[in-house]
Structures are given as C-alpha cells and as structure tokens.
C-alpha cells in the first residue's frame, strides 16, 4: 500500500486500505495486481487517468502518419502519360507517402491482364532505386494493383534505431501501466 504522497504504508487488509483512502476523500487504485502481495494507491483516479490521456496524446504527436496514394494506370496508357505518372509516383515516395498503383479493366479488357501486369512490372521496376514492394501485382476483381513504400535512407534508419533503443530503456525502467480497480470514497 503507497500513499497520496509515495509513502509505504506496508501491507494491509483492503477494507482498511479503502479506510484509508475515503479519510483523504480519494480513491484505492490496484496498481499491480499480478505482484505478491498486489499493489495498491491512494490517489485521484480521475487525474491519474487525465495524466496518461495527456502521455497519450503527446505520444500521438510525435507518430509520423503515412498515408497511401493512389496512381491509377489504363492498359492503354501511352508513354508520356506513363512517364507523367511515373513521376508522380516517384514525387509521392520522395515526400515519405506509400503509393498504390493501380490498373482498372473494363469490359474485354479482363481478357488482357498480362498487359496490366507488364505495366505495374515495369513501374516497378523504373522505381525500384526509390521504392520497395509492399506488395506485388494482385489481382482483385476487375482491378490490378501494387504498393509501393519509400525506402528509407540511412539517416531515417539511424534516426529509428536510436527512438527504438529508447524506448526500450524506457519501458525497461517505467512500471507497466495499471489494469486499475478503484474503490470510490463514500459521498
């Protein structure tokens, strides 16, 4: 049992603890119910849980979003207007997005998905030093399509390597968050 201000009460039985809580006007929350014997606090649950809504949210801040853009191709393209999209494609992976390329078939054209695929192959293909294949072509229905991510640089992956390790020291030293049981004061 820890109190309001991170003293150790010691061990004792939950109707005391909860006692002890409604005397402050605040509430018993089970910290670490897993631990021999469980852990208990008394504080203000409704701040506690304020206070890792707002750990969440400045979390949340710092999360990169990527989003996925779509480049649609016909069988028929021509070369300029490959070329056009092309570097569409290639402006998207440069500014961190994914980039969904996509053929629609209409009508007989589904009797010439080997042309469809010729066309993602080689898109792939004349952006492969800028892209790596999340997927491959696939076939869904009457459409064809293929997703590309940004390959990362070395500087992003160093960047990431470094985020990565301190997090894990940070868990590492941090409890884990509470699977919180409160028993509320008596009004």
């Known amino acids: 049992m820890i109190d309001d201000e991170g003293q150790q009460l010691g061990i004792m039985p939950p109707y005391e603890a909860i006692k002890k ?3 402050k006007n605040l509430d018993l929350v089970e910290i670490s119910p897993t631990a021999q014997p469980p852990v208990c606090r008394i ?3 409704g701040k506690y849980l304020y206070q890792q809504e707002k750990k969440e949210r400045e979390a949340k801040k710092h999360q990169k979003t990527i989003t ?3 480049v649609k191709f016909r069988i028929n393209v021509d070369d300029h207007d490959y070329e056009t999209k092309k570097n569409h494609v290639l402006r998207f992976l440069d500014e961190g997005d994914k980039v969904k390329a996509t053929i ?5 054209e589904m ?3 080997g042309l469809g695929r010729q066309i993602l192959e080689r898109l ?3 952006v492969e030093p800028h892209s790596i294949v999340e997927f491959r072509p696939r076939q869904e ?3 064809l399509h293929a997703i590309l991510a940004p390959k990362k640089t070395e500087k992003e992956r160093e960047k990431e390597k470094h985020r990565e390790e301190k997090h894990k020291a940070a868990a590492q030293s941090a409890p884990s968050a509470p699977a ?3 028993a509320k004061p008596a009004s």
């Open 124 to 126: 792939i293909k004349d």
């Open 141 to 143: 229905g009457n459409t």
């Open 21 to 23: 809580a409604r005397e």
């Open 104 to 108: 629609f078939f209409r009508g007989r």
């Open 111 to 113: 009797t010439r998905t």
């Open 68 to 70: 996925v853009k779509e």
């Open 43 to 45: 504080m203000d649950y």
């Open 180 to 182: 919180a049981q409160v």
